[in-house]
T-cell receptor, first 112, second 115 residues
Framework: EADIYQTPRYLVIGTGKKITLECSQTMGHDKMYWYQQDPGMELHLIHYSYGVNSTEKGDLSSESTVSRIRTEHFPLTLESARPSHTSQYLC???????????FGNGTRLTVT | GENVEQHPSTLSVQEGDSAVIKCTYSDSASNYFPWYKQELGKRPQLIIDIRSNVGEKKDQRIAVTLNKTAKHFSLHITETQPEDSAVYFCASQAYSGAGSYQLTFGKGTKLSVIP
């Protein structure tokens, strides 16, 4: 089934660890996005990509990085996790920049 | 940049009553206005959207109205049911240059439908 998949669903790690949150979509969408959201709260755009080898930072300053080597894959990496990174991370994709977003189920990250 | 204000932040209604959530935006060039519903522990999902060449759009119990002059748009839910309980986000999209479109979300409204 065409969808957008995020792994892991939940992650608990210690301070200072390097982590990568995975996001893959099977819908052939060019546009992909990462949002940070505390449960039920405001959505903050942290990174987006309009295609392969294209990445931009969003509105919320983030210590994370992203890459877009393949159309379907848009991983997010934290080089050194801190407790302030504890949040939910939502990946999304869209056909064009003017199309609705399709969200993944999110990764709930806890940094101890 | 675009600024989207959403009100109220929380809303409680009795089952069967109507619910209205309002958003205002600042960029007169904004031309696409989606609404997302996020149930507890789940991903946001698009429930309805409207483009600037249309004043109103309806889908069963859900409707969205747009007033471009006043720069505000609203979500209307009629005959509310307990399964309508969720956080609702409005958003506004405008062209931001170099082939890029920027989507700005409101802060969300937590709707509780009381049986």
């Amino acid at each position: 089934e065409a969808d957008i998949y995020q792994t892991p669903r939940y992650l608990v790690i210690g301070t200072g660890k390097k982590i990568t949150l995975e996001c893959s979509q099977t819908m052939g969408h060019d546009k992909m996005y990462w949002y940070q959201q505390d449960p039920g709260m405001e959505l903050h755009l942290i990174h987006y990509s309009y295609g392969v080898n294209s990445t931009e930072k969003g509105d919320l300053s983030s210590e994370s990085t992203v890459s877009r080597i393949r159309t379907e894959h848009f991983p997010l990496t934290l080089e050194s996790a801190r407790p302030s990174h504890t949040s939910q991370y939502l990946c999304a994709s869209s056909v064009t920049g003017r199309s609705p977003l399709h969200f993944g189920n999110g990764t709930r990250l806890t940094v101890t | 940049g675009e600024n989207v204000e959403q009100h109220p932040s929380t809303l409680s209604v009795q089952e069967g009553d109507s619910a209205v959530i309002k958003c205002t935006y600042s960029d007169s060039a904004s031309n696409y206005f989606p609404w997302y519903k996020q149930e507890l522990g789940k991903r946001p999902q698009l429930i309805i959207d409207i483009r600037s060449n249309v004043g109103e759009k309806k889908d069963q119990r859900i409707a969205v109205t747009l007033n471009k002059t006043a720069k505000h748009f609203s979500l209307h839910i009629t005959e509310t049911q307990p399964e309508d309980s969720a956080v609702y986000f409005c958003a506004s999209q405008a062209y931001s240059g170099a082939g890029s479109y920027q989507l700005t979300f409101g802060k969300g409204t937590k709707l509780s439908v009381i049986p």
